[in-house]
């Protein structure tokens, strides 16, 4: 069984920056492929960044390339998001998720099976 638990959300100004956490417990979760995904009010949930088990391979959704940059800490257990020049369409309840494999990066939500409970990230114009 995996949990995650997300933090470091919160409200920052257009251009600011953010380094979303997400902890994970379990094996799995540190020999998997992990997701950050995010859904704004009245959209459908859209991912957003990914990395293998190794840290070696990532992927970004177009829209923030450039912008968000996902690590892994296999120490700590921890996959990060760090999220500069932030902007209002950004703004969503960000989730951290656990795949099911090892040495791709999932862009499906359907190839997650573990879910961390979200946290509110807001960016005022």
């Known amino acids: 069984q995996v949990q995650l638990v997300e933090s470091g959300g919160g409200l920052v100004q257009a251009g600011g920056s953010l380094r979303l956490s997400c902890a994970g417990s379990?094996?799995?979760?540190?020999?998997?492929?992990v997701g950050w995904f995010r859904q704004a009010p009245g959209k459908e949930r859209e991912f957003v960044a990914g990395?293998?088990?190794?840290?070696?391979?990532?992927d970004y959704a177009d829209s923030v390339t450039g912008r968000f940059t996902i690590s892994r800490d296999s120490a700590k257990n921890t996959v990060y998001l760090q999220m500069n020049s932030l902007k209002p369409e950004d703004t969503a309840i960000y989730y951290c998720?656990?795949?099911?494999?090892?040495?791709?990066?999932?862009?499906?939500?359907?190839?997650?099976?573990?879910w961390g409970q979200g946290t509110q990230v807001t960016v005022s114009a």
């Open positions: 998720a656990c795949s099911s494999v090892s040495y791709q990066v999932v862009v499906p939500h359907y190839g997650y099976d573990y």
């Open positions: 990395i293998t088990w190794s840290g070696i391979r990532t």
């Open positions: 379990g094996r799995t979760f540190s020999t998997n492929a």
